[in-house]
């Protein structure tokens, strides 16, 4: 799904908070489908979820095609996602909705 504006306006203050591990069709069933953005060369997909604490993110950053070319992760290789928010506490909710989702 192409990055929106009232996406990108969501996101906006989220920094980085810690990772998570899972596989890409896990946050797809989780999260539905993630978004592209083709002007940002350093992540191929993001999910931007809205929690009780405020936003959060989750994204790959610098290990994919985006950012690598052929030599970066397919979506279905990867493992490890960057999670970003404005606290701990959104990162804290999509941990335990990714662990038992």
Same mark, same amino acid.
């Given at each position: ?31 539905? =489908? ?5 002007? &940002?060369? #350093?992540?191929?997909?993001?999910? !931007?979820?809205?929690?009780?604490? +405020? ?24 493992? =490890? ?5 404005? &606290?701990? #506490?959104?990162?804290?909710?999509? !941990?335990?909705?990714?662990?038992? +989702?």
């Amino acid at each position: 799904m192409k990055m929106t504006h009232g996406a990108m306006k969501m996101r906006n203050g989220t920094s980085f908070q810690g990772y998570v591990k899972a596989q890409y069709d896990h946050l797809v069933r989780i999260f539905g =489908e993630p978004y592209t953005n083709s002007d &940002n060369h #350093k992540t191929d997909v993001e999910w !931007i979820v809205s929690t009780p604490y +405020g936003p959060a993110t989750i994204y790959n950053y610098k290990n994919g095609y985006s950012y690598l070319g052929l030599s970066g992760l397919k979506l279905d290789e990867m493992d =490890e996602w960057h999670v970003g928010g404005k &606290n701990a #506490k959104s990162y804290e909710w999509i !941990i335990q909705h990714v662990t038992t +989702g």
